[in-house]
């Protein structure tokens, strides 16, 4: 993807060249070309409606779906319009009926919305899958609005298949600060561990999510997609609801976070892409991170707070106190 305009020097926005691109197409298989076997690890240029049916059945541990929002909005070459939520929710209906079959009866499904698609997934959603919690994470960039309350917030729905499914709540802790700290009658740090870069305690993981930040201009995960996930938010997905060679598949791939983290923590992934753009640059995501494992916000095997110091710096401890 050449830009027409110059970046600025400091701008690390991930792009390809007419000859990256070159290289990539032939990365890619088409949806007609997909037969057993020959599709975990790659990145599949179609429609998921297309490729779901050449698809084996039960091959799928987690499923992170991100479907476009019911929302008037361009992806590409590709232009979606809002609709009425009858009307999405009918939709919705279709594709989890369509993917129920792909996956695992231990599998998990992990659904993103907004406010308004929300009302649709949880409708569609509980009459598929068990509906065990939904996250709400701050999405801390937007446009404020004169006549009603800025969108700050999005909705990720969990759900499984069956009682029996992945939950590891010890890989996914967050990290925080400790500002009044308590300690044992002798004095030891109760429940936190005192470190060169602060107090820290490492706390069970909520619904609630104030940690993630949207990829932009400087991050080297940025790209030029318009919804883009950050490579943080899909690692606490991936690190909660499968284990190391485990399958995660991602119908609606965009610039290919989902593949590129479960790729950097050793999962086996596949996704599908309908706009060859984006499909070519999660491509080039992927070819990068055979070098680069690193997830912005996860160090030493633990989630960070955003804006936290000690991540950058090295500050480590050990605890795992209760929240």
């Known amino acids: 993807m050449d830009m027409d305009l110059p970046r600025a020097g400091r701008n690390r926005t991930l792009t390809t060249t007419a000859a990256e691109n070159d290289i990539f197409r ?13 599709f975990l690890g790659r990145t599949i240029l179609g429609d998921c409606f297309d ?30 319009s809002r609709v009425p939520v009858e009307d999405y929710t009918h939709w919705l209906r279709g594709l989890l009926a369509a993917l129920k079959p792909k996956l695992k009866r231990t599998a998990t499904i992990y659904i993103c919305g907004d406010w308004l698609s929300s009302t ?27 006549s009603n309350w800025k969108n700050a917030s999005e909705d990720i729905w969990f759900c499984t298949v069956s009682d029996d499914f992945t939950y590891n709540v010890d890989a996914v802790k967050l990290r925080r600060k400790v500002l009044a700290p308590y300690r044992h009658a002798d004095g030891r740090p109760k429940d936190w561990a005192e470190t060169e870069g602060g107090n820290f305690r490492d706390t069970h993981p909520s619904n609630i999510w104030t940690d993630i930040t949207i990829p932009f201009w400087s991050m080297p995960e940025n790209t030029d997609h318009p919804t883009q996930k950050s490579e943080k938010l899909i690692a606490k997905l991936i690190l909660a609801s499968s284990g190391q060679g485990d399958v995660v598949f991602d119908p609606f791939l965009g610039s290919g976070t989902s593949s590129v983290v479960a790729k950097k923590l050793q999962r086996g992934f596949f996704g599908v892409e309908l706009d060859e753009t984006y499909a070519l640059l999660a491509e080039k995501r992927l070819a990068l991170a ?9 160090k030493d095997e633990v989630f960070w707070e955003r804006n936290t110091l000690s991540q950058q710096t090295g500050g480590k401890q050990t605890s795992t106190g209760s929240p």
């Open 290 to 298: 055979e070098t680069d494992r690193g997830i912005q916000g996860y």
């Open 120 to 146: 649709s997934i949880f409708t569609a959603a509980s009459e598929v899958f068990v509906v065990r919690n939904r996250i709400t994470w701050e999405r801390e960039k937007g446009r404020g609005a004169l």
């Open 51 to 80: 490729v779901l049916p050449r698809l084996p059945g039960g091959v799928v541990d987690l499923l992170i779906l991100d479907p476009p929002y019911n929302l008037n909005k361009t992806f590409g070459s590709k232009a979606f």
């Open 26 to 38: 032939r990365r890619l298989i088409k949806a007609d070309e997909v037969e057993a076997g020959n």
